[in-house]
């Protein structure tokens, strides 16, 4: 089965700053790679789809590249309102693997 | 506009089965995949498995013993049986809607189910 190796596992920023995390695959999925964002307490949010298309109503500080085996998603400017968890999964064939989260938190 | 609506037992002992059921309203049932996933408090995501609206299955290699996922594709609901659950099934479950080939991702409101003597 594909493994979805995420990273960080965490990460701390300041207000303003970029921040990239990655998703890398064991083998090649092509662009079926989507994020989410979990804020505490809530449901996953589909932040991108197709490893690139920003889902509807998603800030466009947002965005995510790659295909294949590499990934990341980008926030351009980070707020204090992105403050979450991120997931990257994969969903070309099952099993539709999660990658192991990335935690963002401001400086 | 796609709804998934999940019911089912919140509150079940050792050993018991639990059973959901998610409700597609809005959209197409054909041309997706319907799956389960869970989230364990204070832990990452785990998907568990998928169905079509004809019936095919998969599972994750970790649960399928114990998994069963149906369908009523004329109803468009799917259901969700885990067997012999214990505390480390409790979770809250999410049913979710995702693409064969083109589309996005969907998922329901998720389901908090509790396994506790």
């Known amino acids: 089965d594909i493994q979805m190796t995420q990273s960080p596992s965490s990460l701390s920023a300041s207000v303003g700053e970029r921040v990239t995390i990655t998703c890398r695959a064991s083998q090649g999925i092509s662009s079926f790679l989507a994020w989410y964002q979990q804020k505490a307490g809530r449901v996953p949010k589909l932040l991108i789809y197709a490893a690139s298309t920003l889902q509807s109503g998603v800030p466009s500080r947002f965005s995510g590249s790659g295909s294949g085996t590499d990934f990341t998603l980008t926030i351009s400017s980070l707020q204090p309102e992105d403050v979450a968890t991120y997931y990257c999964q994969k969903y070309n064939s099952a099993p539709l693997t999660f990658g192991g989260g990335t935690k963002v938190e401001i400086k | ?117």
Do not use: M
């Open chain 2, 1 to 117: 506009q796609v709804q998934l609506q999940q019911w089912g037992a919140g509150l079940l002992k050792p050993s018991e089965t639990l059973s959901l059921t998610c409700a597609v309203y809005g959209g197409s049932f054909s041309g997706y995949y319907w799956s389960w996933i869970r989230q364990p408090p204070g832990k990452g995501l785990e998907w568990i498995g998928e169905i079509n609206h004809s019936g095919t299955t998969n599972y994750s290699p970790s649960l399928k013993s114990r998994v069963t996922i149906s369908v009523d594709t004329p109803k468009k609901q799917f259901f969700l049986i885990l067997s012999s659950v214990s505390a480390a099934d409790t979770a809250v479950y999410y049913c979710a809607r995702y693409p064969i080939l083109t589309g996005y991702p969907f998922w329901g409101q998720g389901t908090l189910v509790t396994v506790s003597s």
